[in-house]
């Protein structure tokens, strides 16, 4: 047997989790997929993170590293390889009181960290959603209801302290290992494992949050007046536009948007909000103040056998009326997906490029469809999909990783851009030359890289 293995066995006791152990059926899934790994590593601090890699390295398996298990291309399991499962690094605490400088383990979720903020008044620019871990989100982004305002989760990152292939502990930040520094903020888990982030969290006070709803058949002008507002909206306003879905009427499904206002003050919020009220005809309105914590929703998981299938694009100013008005006509096509269109630019814009490897920061929108059922419903609405996804592709740029479910090249090709690509591709061979962290989309470190 394995030396490594035993030494393992010995040292995490009941979080080496194998086939046949009682906890075997919950640790081998997560959020979005299952599989059937050998060995499920529940590492608790840096030195067994840090001997789960030497294992995992010297048994030449396939390596999964699981955050808060939420991709929707299944990273977080493998089938018969290891999963280092970071659930049990999931301190949260604020360790500078001045700076808002707030440290956090590399296997917390957003909820964990919102319920430990919220009490200091403080919050991060994240996503939507509690269980959604906080690694695998900042790693490659993390677009939520604050960030027009205060930009993308990675753009609030001051260091992470990395595990990489060999063991090693390595800071990276704008001082210290600046390269890694870069490549870890948008090159996902390709670089090692974080096993522990220190953000800038700011300040927050409640929001004004909700969504107004307008008829199906106002979809096209509702769609443009909205974007054509947010170019002149505050940033404290975020705003997602969601219609077509399939559950709620399909082609007749209300046209919803939703709008976190970042701010407590009813005239400031109510001069900001109103502007999209004056879009159509309002059918709906249930926009209320509340704590900012209180917007970021429970993730459902789906009943065994459902899938959900997002499939992600930016868009950039110059294209944003015909993006729309494609919108508008394919939501009434047979099949057609859930659809949303999420407002970014803002502060993310105001990052200069090459900053990090998250590169789509002059996008004023992100379109992202969503088909979700069982395999064969998915599977009927895919030409829909493609019929869809081919009018809008030469005005569309790019795709969102997080919003990704499979990892091909031409995925890796949309995330990355050629330079960033082959930027990454240098960090990639200093850090992890054995590509040990595969199981995401992959910068592999053989990569010819093209000038
Ligand atoms: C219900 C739901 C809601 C969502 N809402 C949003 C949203 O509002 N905004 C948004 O931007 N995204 C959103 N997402 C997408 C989400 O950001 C991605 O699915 C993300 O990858 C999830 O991270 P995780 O840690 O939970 O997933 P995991 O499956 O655990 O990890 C995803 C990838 O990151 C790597 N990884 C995770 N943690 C670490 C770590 N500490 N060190 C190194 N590598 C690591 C993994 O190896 C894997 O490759 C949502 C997803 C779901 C399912």
Redesign the pocket.
Same mark, same amino acid.
């Given at each position: 047997m394995n030396s490594a293995l035993e030494t393992l066995r010995r040292d995490f006791g009941s979080d080496v989790i194998e086939p046949g152990a009682a906890e075997y059926e919950s640790a081998r899934r997560?959020?979005? +997929?299952s599989g059937s790994p050998a060995h499920v590593l529940r590492p608790k601090n840096v030195g067994d993170v840090r001997a789960s890699v030497r294992f995992a390295a010297s048994a030449g398996l396939v390596l999964?590293?699981?955050?808060? $298990?939420?991709? =929707? +291309?299944? =990273?977080?399991?493998n089938d018969g390889g290891v999963v280092i /499962?970071?659930s049990n690094?999931a301190n949260v605490e604020i360790i500078e009181k001045e700076r808002h400088l707030v440290r956090i383990?590399?296997?917390a979720?957003w909820g964990q960290v919102a319920a430990v903020l919220a009490p200091h008044g403080l919050a991060i620019s994240?996503? /939507?959603?509690k269980?959604? &871990?906080?690694?695998?989100?900042?790693?490659?982004? &993390? @677009?939520?209801?604050k960030?027009r305002k205060h930009g993308? +989760?990675l753009d609030n990152v001051a260091t992470a302290e #990395?595990?990489t292939a060999n063991g090693q502990v390595v800071r990276a930040s704008a001082q210290q290992n600046p390269e890694l520094f870069w490549a @870890?903020r948008g090159g996902? $888990?390709? =670089?090692?494992? #974080?096993?522990a *982030?220190e953000f800038v969290a700011h300040p927050t006070t409640d929001v004004f949050f909700g969504k107004i709803a307008f008829p199906a058949a106002e979809a096209a002008t509702v769609l443009q007046g909205w974007a054509d507002y947010l170019r002149t909206a505050p940033e404290e306003l975020t705003s997602t536009v969601a219609f077509a879905n399939p559950f709620a009427g399909g082609p007749q499904a209300p046209v919803e948007i939703y709008v976190a206002y970042d701010g407590d003050d009813p005239q400031l919020a109510a001069e900001a909000i109103d502007p999209i009220r004056r879009l159509g005809t309002v059918t709906g309105d249930d926009i209320a103040v509340k704590p900012y914590a209180d917007t970021l929703?429970d993730?459902?998981t789906p009943a065994p056998g459902i899938q =959900?299938v997002?499939r992600s694009a930016f868009v950039d100013p110059k294209s944003v009326p015909k993006v729309l008005q494609i919108l508008a006509e394919v939501r009434t096509s047979e099949r057609a997906p859930f659809i949303a269109v999420?407002s970014v630019g803002g502060a993310v814009a105001r990052v200069p490029d090459d900053v990090t490897a998250y590169a789509h920061r002059q996008a004023e929108l992100m379109v992202v469809t969503t088909t979700a059922g069982p395999e064969p419903a998915v599977e009927a609405a895919r030409p829909a999909l493609e019929t869809i996804w081919g009018r809008l592709a030469p005005h569309v740029n790019g795709a969102? +990783?997080? *919003?990704l479910t499979s990892a091909t090249e031409e995925d890796v090709a949309a995330i990355y851009p050629t330079q960033t690509h082959k930027r990454l591709v240098a960090v990639k061979r200093r850090y992890d030359p054995g590509n040990l *962290?595969a199981?995401?989309?992959n910068i592999r470190p053989q990569q010819a890289t093209a000038d």
């Open positions: 997560s959020r979005l +997929a999964s590293v699981r955050g808060g $298990g939420h991709s =929707f +291309a299944g =990273f977080g399991t /499962d970071l690094l383990g590399g296997g979720t994240s996503g /939507d959603t269980s959604v &871990g906080v690694g695998g989100l900042t790693l490659t982004g &993390g @677009i939520g209801w960030v993308l +989760a #990395v595990i @870890i996902g $888990g390709n =670089f090692g494992i #974080v096993t *982030f929703v993730g459902t =959900f997002p999420r969102y +990783a997080n *919003f *962290f199981r995401n989309h």
